[in-house]
C-alpha cells in the first residue's frame, strides 16, 4: 500500500531527508522512531503531501505523490504533529468542516460522526470551542478528523502525545483493532508504544534508515531491550 524510492529532502545546507526507501503493505503497524529532528515528520508530511520532495517519489494505494497528489490524500489519514485547528469552533463546527472538505454528506455523513465521535471519545467535548480543549482532547479531535473518511492508510505522528494514561491506552488499542485492515505509520518517542503496537520498525537518524525489522529480532539481534537498541543505533550520531 506504501511503497517509497529515494526520498529526499533539504532545507538550505540541511538534509532532513536522505533517500529513504521502504514499503509497507496491508496489516503493518510501522513504527518511526529516531532522535529529534532525525527527519521523522519531514518524511511524514512528504507522504501525506503536506511538502515537496526534492527528488525520489512515494506511492500510496498505487497513486503517485507527484503526480495524483489529491488521490493521495483522499486515501490517506494524516495526523501532524501539531494538528492545526480554528480554534473559534467547535468540535462538532470542525468535524462538519472536515465531512465538507471530504465531501462526506447526507447519511454518510451521520454514519461517520456516528462511528467517529464514541471512537475518538469526544461526545463530551462535542460542543466546546477547540480553545478551550486540553491537549488531550485536541489530540483526539486531530485523530478524529484522520479517521472520519475511514482510509486505507493512516499516517499518525505522535498520536498519544498528550495523552494521560488511560487515554493512551485507548489509542493503542485503537490502532491494534484497525491494523488488520489498513496500513498504518506511527512516528512515536515511546518505545513501550512501539512494542504494543507495531510489526516493524524503521530507525532513523540524520534522515536515513539504518534500521527496518520487527521490534523482537531487533532486540534479538542487537542483545538488549528496544530502548538499548535505540541507543546503540543512534548515540553518537549527529541529527540533521
Not at 36 to 53: D, P, R, V
Not at 198 to 215: F, K, Q, V, W, Y
Request: proline share 4%; hydrophobic share 40%; glycine share 8%.
Amino acid at each position: 500500500m506504501i511503497e517509497v524510492q529515494g526520498l529526499t529532502r533539504r532545507f538550505g545546507p540541511i538534509t532532513a531527508v536522505d533517500g529513504i526507501s521502504f514499503s509497507a503493505r496491508k496489516g503493518d503497524v510501522l513504527g518511526f522512531l529516531g532522535p529529534n529532528g532525525a527527519g521523522k515528520s519531514t518524511a511524514m508530511k512528504i507522504l501525506a503531501c503536506f511538502l515537496a520532495a526534492d527528488s525520489g517519489t512515494a506511492k500510496i494505494c498505487g497513486n503517485d505523490i507527484l503526480q495524483d497528489p489529491l488521490a493521495v490524500r483522499r486515501s490517506i489519514g494524516y495526523l501532524a504533529e501539531n494538528a492545526p485547528a480554528y480554534p473559534e469552533m467547535t468540535v462538532a463546527g470542525f468535524l462538519r468542516f472536515v465531512c465538507d472538505a471530504r465531501r462526506i454528506k447526507g447519511a454518510a455523513r451521520v454514519d461517520a460522526l456516528d462511528r467517529i465521535i464514541p471512537l475518538c471519545s469526544i461526545d463530551s467535548v462535542y460542543h466546546q470551542t477547540i480553545d478551550t480543549l486540553s491537549k488531550g482532547y485536541k489530540r483526539r479531535l486531530g485523530l478524529a478528523q484522520a479517521l472520519i473518511h475511514d482510509p486505507q492508510v493512516l499516517i499518525l505522528d505522535e498520536p498519544t502525545d498528550g495523552l494521560d494514561p488511560n487515554q493512551k491506552h485507548e489509542v493503542r488499542r485503537l490502532i491494534q483493532q484497525m491494523a488488520k485492515e489498513k496500513c498504518i505509520i506511527v512516528s512515536t518517542h515511546i518505545l513501550e508504544e512501539v512494542e504494543l503496537v507495531c510489526n516493524r520498525t524503521i530507525i532513523i537518524s540524520r534522515g536515513r534508515i539504518l534500521a527496518d525489522s520487527t521490534p523482537s529480532r531487533l532486540q534479538q539481534d542487537y542483545q538488549g531491550t528496544l530502548e538499548e537498541v535505540f541507543r546503540k543505533i543512534t548515540v553518537g550520531k549527529k541529527s540533521a
